[in-house]
């Protein structure tokens, strides 16, 4: 079982940037897939950006050349730097970890003011 905790977000306003973390209790390790989700008010939840378990990474066209995903340790199993940040990044963003299952974090809360 692994538990999902995220940190950072915030409020922050347009062109500005914020850091998210995900800690991981439970097994966690470099050849799990880990990602970001965000999901904004009225809308469905989308792929920001992931690490598959070869190393790759993706991200999406909303946010190519301003966020970058990185994998940490066992613990701290995933980042996200959120760079030149836009009002239309506001979202609930959710970790996302697959072992032989699959595990969300609960989210943080980014708000990008105009």
């Known amino acids: 079982q692994v538990r999902l905790v995220e940190s950072g977000g915030g409020l922050v306003q347009a062109g500005g940037s914020l850091s998210l973390s995900c800690a991981a209790s439970g097994s966690v390790n470099s050849r799990n897939t880990v990602a970001w989700y965000r999901q904004a008010p009225g809308k469905q939840r989308e792929l920001v950006a992931s690490?598959?378990?070869?190393?790759?990474?993706y991200y999406a066209d909303s946010v190519k050349g301003r966020f970058t995903i990185s994998r940490g340790d066992a613990k701290n199993v995933v980042s996200l730097q959120m760079n030149t940040l836009k009002p239309e990044d506001t979202a609930v963003y959710y970790c996302?970890?697959?072992?032989?299952?699959?595990?969300w974090g609960q989210g943080p809360q980014v708000t990008v003011s105009s």
């Open positions: 996302y970890v697959r072992t032989f299952n699959t595990y």
């Open positions: 690490i598959s378990s070869v190393g790759t990474t």
